[in-house]
């Protein structure tokens, strides 16, 4: 690969490499689309315009190798220039002349674009992630992990050696720095069991300096966290010896809150949706008592369940992260740090149900989760889908067409079809109702309102919709009228009061 390449004379690797291909004869056609994006490299967009920018960079090496190489190279090339009129270089004359080159060597930064530093293929495959700049490219793999390259296509683990080992070596001159544990080792292997521990407190003042009149304490930067199966917890914050422990006969064997988490996960272990869900809410909670309550979960009073339901509303950075595998050195048991309303009520749901059954099994003398209020949520209006109906003028054109066909001139037997279609519409168009519902509508869930007048009425109608919901919807004097004709189509007497007629569909 290019990126494997010498930098010299502002030049990149990948441009030594066509330079290097065009010494060897290679037709200038075959560099400009082996080297080259002719999106972005306009001198790569014709075989002329191509060999006349290798030409180019030649000259200049060579220019560079005369006044920085050593004596005999330098008249090996000024002879050479003299009786060709340019140059003549081998695969090993040109070699010494880039070595002698190297002392004016580019070198990469941070903010140039993929392109500059790597082949057209593979910039083009991590353009397509997103990825636009070296240190995109830096802040791409150290989010991702030694799996980095996998979300990538046709990026595997031999290229991403490379690409790793390009990026840790110029990471001087980019001044970013590569991971530790970012290479192609899948971080899918870290199956150990993991201590966590609390964090370390770190006394700091507003501006960072380590010492301040009024110190502010804060989390140490780094956290070693682990999902509950793989998790390990120090003896004096198991719960061994947990403040709330119940002295009575414990239903369960557990010797520490662990134990009795899992025990208690347990039940759901035939419900693998609500077994994930509730594993998640456990995990995050005993996470958060040991390693920034400093304090085992069977100890935590209703103070400590306050915090941590304001952690829930903005939870730490380190404990957010993307999507690992649980098997990963990454994970982190939050996705994201800006939890809604109704997370955290099901939250605190889910963690006051899990404290009742610790109690209930004698693990627990109390729970703390009991004196907790459930975060407020605001309940969101359902807004109209006003772009879902018929706009004014093409409804008011429908109804005068199916007015027009309804009507006995256009034939007895298709008007009373089109009679059953225009209360239909009617019927769904004043209030709404799927098809289903309409179909379903029975004429004795058909009432007038006190609110209306003799000559004006008022009628709505009680229909059963969507999960067995019952509500009401208004019918309107035209609609009314389209469905009393439909009733006489039918042979049905509108006028008679439900209570002595077997209700119908209309």
């Not at 140059?87 to 090993?92: D, E, G, I």
Request: aromatic share 8%; glycine share 6%.
């Amino acid at each position: 690969m290019a990126e494997n390449l010498t930098l010299t004379y502002g030049y990149t690797a990948k441009d030594l490499a066509a330079v290097r291909a065009y010494v060897q004869r290679v037709a200038p056609a075959i560099i400009a689309r082996t080297y080259y994006d002719v999106d972005e490299d306009s001198f790569a967009a014709t075989p002329s315009a191509m060999e006349r920018h290798l030409r180019t960079m030649l000259h200049g090496l060579v220019k560079v190798a005369i006044e920085h190489g050593s004596a005999a190279l330098a008249e090996h090339l000024r002879s050479s220039i003299k009786k060709h009129g340019q140059p003549k270089l081998t695969t090993v004359t040109f070699r010494m002349v880039t070595e002698a080159a190297a002392l004016a060597a580019a070198s990469p930064a941070a903010n140039h674009a993929i392109g500059r530093w790597f082949r057209p293929r593979t910039a083009s495959r991590l353009k397509g992630e997103g990825i636009t700049t070296i240190g995109e490219l830096v802040a791409f793999c150290n989010r991702r992990g030694g799996s980095w390259w996998r979300s990538v296509p046709r990026i595997g683990a031999g290229r991403a050696t490379v690409v790793v080992a390009w990026l840790r070596r110029h990471e001087s001159n980019i001044q970013l720095r590569v991971d530790a544990d970012v290479d192609t080792r899948d971080p899918l292997v870290a199956e150990e069991v993991v201590q966590v521990w609390p964090a370390e407190p770190v006394l700091t003042d507003g501006d960072g300096a380590e010492q301040s009149e009024k110190p502010q304490t804060r989390l140490a930067d780094r956290l070693t966290l682990a999902p509950l199966e793989r998790m390990a917890v120090p003896h004096t914050l198991s719960g061994a010896d947990g403040e709330n422990r119940s002295v009575a006969f414990c239903y369960i064997q557990a010797r520490h809150d662990l134990e009795a988490v899992r025990a208690y996960l347990n039940k759901y272990r035939d419900q693998p949706k609500t077994l994930r869900a509730y594993t998640k809410e456990v995990e995050r909670f005993l996470l958060w008592s040991v390693v920034v309550r400093g304090r085992a979960m069977s100890s935590l009073v209703v103070d400590d369940c306050e915090a941590y339901k304001d952690f829930l509303r903005s939870p730490d950075p380190r404990f957010v992260g993307e999507r690992f595998s649980r098997n990963s050195p990454r994970w982190r048991p939050f996705a994201s740090d800006n939890l809604s309303p109704e997370s955290q009520r099901y939250a605190v749901h889910a963690l006051r149900a899990a404290f009742t059954w610790l109690m209930d099994v004698r693990y627990l003398a109390g729970n703390p989760w009991k004196a907790i209020n459930d975060p407020k949520i605001v309940q969101r209006e359902t807004a109209m889908q006003i772009h879902r109906a018929l706009p004014a003028d093409l409804w008011r054109r429908l109804r005068n067409e199916l007015d027009k066909r309804a009507d006995e001139k256009s034939g007895a037997k298709l008007a009373v079809q089109w009679r059953v279609v225009r209360a239909a519409l009617l019927l769904m168009g004043d209030s709404g109702l799927r098809r289903e519902e309409a179909a379903d509508a029975q004429r004795g869930k058909l009432r007038v309102l006190i609110y209306g007048t003799l000559e004006r009425p008022v009628w709505e109608l009680i229909v059963i919709g969507k999960r067995k919901k019952e509500r009401t919807v208004p019918v309107s004097v035209a609609t009314l009228e389209a469905l009393k004709a439909h009733w006489a189509d039918r042979g049905r007497d509108y006028s008679r009061s439900p209570s002595h007629e077997r209700p119908h569909h209309k």
